[in-house]
């Protein structure tokens, strides 16, 4: 499968730009980061795409998500938070409360908030090499009522679930 978005953050890496947008990482200019590897994280800069006007490797990538029928993949305009919020407050009207790992996004607890919905905790495991939520035994989970589990995976430093 050809992978127009992963091909240009590539290329753009052998650049070497100087990056002065968010994320804050700046791709590991600043500060120690060296467990973590976000070289590929970038916003709307020159030389890439915009997602909110996509003409090249995003349209591309767009069109290729659409060809999967058994898949619902949809791109985000204000990254993590906006998206969150929108899948939270679209389960609002549906019977059931709302599963979590320990290691959501703050949005998420924002996002049971604002919509008036209760959300639970699953048991979490701690990684053993950043001490952060990473595990969860997704074999006991049952689906007793719960309208929606919320996964992070791979939590913030990449690890995965299992």
Do not use: C, W
């Amino acid at each position: 499968m050809k992978q127009p978005i992963l091909n240009k953050l590539e290329s753009l890496n052998q650049e070497e730009a100087i990056s002065l947008h968010v994320p804050g990482h700046k791709n590991m200019t600043i500060g120690h980061l060296s467990q973590l590897s976000m070289t590929m994280d970038k916003t709307e800069i020159p030389g890439l795409d915009d997602l909110h006007h996509p003409e090249e490797v995003i349209l591309k990538s767009m069109k290729q998500v659409e060809k999967h029928s058994d898949y619902d993949g949809y791109f985000l305009v204000n990254g993590t938070t906006s998206g969150i919020l929108s899948v939270i407050q679209s389960f609002s009207q549906k019977k059931g409360d709302i599963l979590m790992a320990r290691n959501v996004h703050k949005s998420v607890l924002h996002a049971l908030d604002i919509s008036q919905q209760e959300g639970h905790f699953i048991e979490t495991h701690q990684s053993p090499l950043t001490n952060h939520y990473n595990k969860v035994n997704l074999s006991r989970l049952n689906n007793d009522g719960h309208k929606l589990v919320v996964l992070t995976y791979p939590n913030y430093y990449g690890e995965n679930l299992m």
